[in-house]
């Protein structure tokens, strides 16, 4: 039978990274976590959120680190029927995303999925992202660097590179969207992977790295998940802002003009002082 209708298979806890600085989005994280720039009048993480709700989730664990008082009150005014959880990352300023899924390791002990807190993206590209040992893979476009793979006759991945630079090897190379699926026995052996590196003091690299040396040596299988059908996209700059902007731009019900989008998220933060954060077009103290 297909995984797909197979409802005991379905994952209902998510890992959110959220403790960095954004600090390509600067000035609107000056005094804001990255996690809750404005998008269209509705912050990236309340848009997660949502979707985590419409798919069935009951489980939100978030890494928290930068401005973590902003999240939290933000969180407490939407969880709703969704339980949420922090882990607070004390080394943030200098430690990368390998360290904030480090700090996960007690706290979660069944399959989930892990999110970025940069993503953006439609409700229907989870669906096929909700069981076992999955990851999300695109076609690689202009705007996109980091992480690629290549994928067998099965939607397997076969390797993992560095980056999106064309290079001689077999098959074609698919962009890594940063949203993956673990089981529980994948998630137990990445830990101890994890713990290698956090020994080794490599606490400023991607976790990036250890699924890329589990896969190269056969101790992690991942299948991969198409998200080429539908929009999404990755906020790391202001530029990358505008561009989300365009692509939901239906999200709201008049014409969105993409400068005066990112005029309106520094706007709030000069009139209001800190503590303040925004959820659409409201405001609630933290």
């Known amino acids: ?91 943030y300023k200098t430690t ?58 099965s939607q397997q991945v076969k390797s993992f590179y560095k980056n999106t630079t064309p290079n001689n090897i077999e098959g074609v190379k698919y962009k890594t969207v940063n949203i993956y699926s673990f089981s529980l026995s994948s998630w137990r052996a990445i830990v ?10 490599n606490v400023n690299g991607y976790y990036e790295t250890v699924i890329g040396e589990m896969m190269e040596d056969k101790h992690l299988s991942l299948k991969a998940v198409d998200f080429d059908n539908k929009y999404w996209y990755e906020v790391d700059t202001l530029d990358d802002l505008k561009e989300a902007e365009k692509l939901f731009s239906s999200d709201i019900h008049k014409p969105v003009i993409s400068d005066n989008s990112i005029s309106n998220n520094l706007e709030i933060l000069r009139q209001f002082p800190k503590g303040f954060i925004t959820r659409g077009t409201k405001l609630t103290v933290s």
């Open 1 to 91: 039978m297909d995984d797909n209708l197979c409802d005991s298979n379905r994952i209902t806890t998510a890992l959110l990274l959220a403790a960095g600085t954004g600090s390509r989005l600067m000035p609107l994280t000056s005094n804001t976590p990255k996690c809750l720039t404005l998008v269209n009048e509705k912050s990236i993480l309340e848009r997660l959120v949502v979707i985590l709700k419409k798919q069935g989730f009951k489980r939100l664990v978030v890494i928290t680190g930068y401005e973590e008082d902003c999240i939290k009150e933000f969180l407490s005014t939407i969880s709703g029927n969704l339980t949420i959880e922090f882990v607070y990352s004390p080394l």
């Open 96 to 153: 990368n995303n390998i360290y904030s899924l480090w700090m996960a390791r007690d706290i979660i002990n069944e399959p989930f999925v892990l999110f970025e807190a940069d993503l953006i993206f439609e409700v229907s590209l989870l669906d096929n992202m909700i069981y076992p040992d999955r990851i999300a893979i695109s076609n690689i476009l202009p705007w996109m660097n980091g992480t690629t793979v290549t994928i067998d006759s």
């Open 192 to 201: 101890e992977r994890l713990n290698v590196h956090i020994e080794a003091n």
